[in-house]
């Protein structure tokens, strides 16, 4: 059985930034708040509704100009470890990301590695290691 999830989301800032939420929603509702963001700023948030006391919990992104920062939030039963995406070709270069600044070891700049963490967190309530660590 699939997990259930909470997905919410903002598109740009300010008083032109607009978002929601949405209880149970489809991949295809995953997706397309994924692609508005895509090169806008914003931020997508998919977290479970029936959380286990020890395991994943949350990812979200926050996007700006086609560069993302993705984090998980895990409970390892002690702590909350939060597990992000690594890219060493970009590591020692800082990024503005809707807000924040973020080495670019943080940064993930390609939109098809996005979607497949998303999509992984989505069909199996966790995201690989490889993906983020």
């Given amino acids: ?6 997905l919410s989301w903002v598109f740009g800032v300010g008083a032109k930034a607009k978002g929601g939420r949405n ?5 295809d509702d995953v997706l397309s ?3 508005l963001i895509r090169e806008g700023k914003g931020s997508v948030t998919l977290e479970l509704i029936s959380k ?6 949350s990812l979200q992104v926050q996007s700006e100009g086609g560069k993302y920062f993705v984090s998980l939030g895990e409970d390892d039963g002690v702590d909350y470890i939060v ?13 503005e990301v809707f ?7 943080l940064i993930c700049d390609e939109f098809s590695i996005l979607k497949n963490i998303f ?6 309530g966790d995201v690989s290691k490889e993906l983020l660590n």
């Fill in 1 to 6: 059985m699939m997990a259930a999830f909470s």
């Fill in 23 to 27: 209880r149970f929603p489809s991949w």
């Fill in 33 to 35: 708040c994924l692609e």
């Fill in 52 to 57: 286990t006391a020890v395991g994943p919990q």
């Fill in 83 to 95: 597990r992000s995406y690594r890219n060493l070709k970009l590591q020692g270069i800082p990024f």
């Fill in 99 to 105: 807000g924040d600044v973020w080495d670019g070891v």
């Fill in 119 to 124: 999509e992984e967190f989505f069909l199996t």
